[in-house]
Nanobody, 125 residues
Framework: QVQLVESGGGLVQAGGSLRLSCAAS????????MGWFRQAPGKEREFVAA????????YYADSVKGRFTISRDNAKNTVFLQMNTLKPEDTAVYYC??????????????????WGQGTQVTVSS
């Protein structure tokens, strides 16, 4: 089992920044990929970003490219999401996710094996 705990959400004005953290524990050695998803009220959950544990290859949704940066600290089993130039449409509950494969992170109709409890991000206009 893998446990994921997010932190760092909050309320910020449009144009501002927030940094989310996700600490993983348990059988983390099998989690080759970690990432972030978000779900806004009345909308489906959507992929935001992912990072490979080895080598650090990153993947982003088009809507956040150039504004969000995902990074990781393998020694601390922690993944970060730096969110800059936030927009009201970024308002959502952000979830950390982990899986041994990349496919569940990126492909519709699939989902990563492990999830955090979510953290609220609210961007005011």
């Amino acid at each position: 089992q893998v446990q994921l705990v997010e932190s760092g959400g909050g309320l910020v004005q449009a144009g501002g920044s927030l940094r989310l953290s996700c600490a993983a524990s348990g059988r983390t050695f099998s989690m080759n990929y970690m990432g972030w998803f978000r779900q806004a009220p009345g909308k489906e959950r959507e992929f935001v970003a992912a990072i490979r544990r080895s080598g650090g290859t990153t993947y982003y949704a088009d809507s956040v490219k150039g504004r969000f940066t995902i990074s990781r600290d393998n020694a601390k089993n922690t993944v970060f999401l730096q969110m800059n130039t936030l927009k009201p449409e970024d308002t959502a509950v952000y979830y950390c996710a982990a899986d041994s494969s990349l496919r569940p992170m990126l492909e519709a109709g699939t989902a990563p094996d492990y999830w955090g409890q979510g953290t609220q991000v609210t961007v005011s206009s």
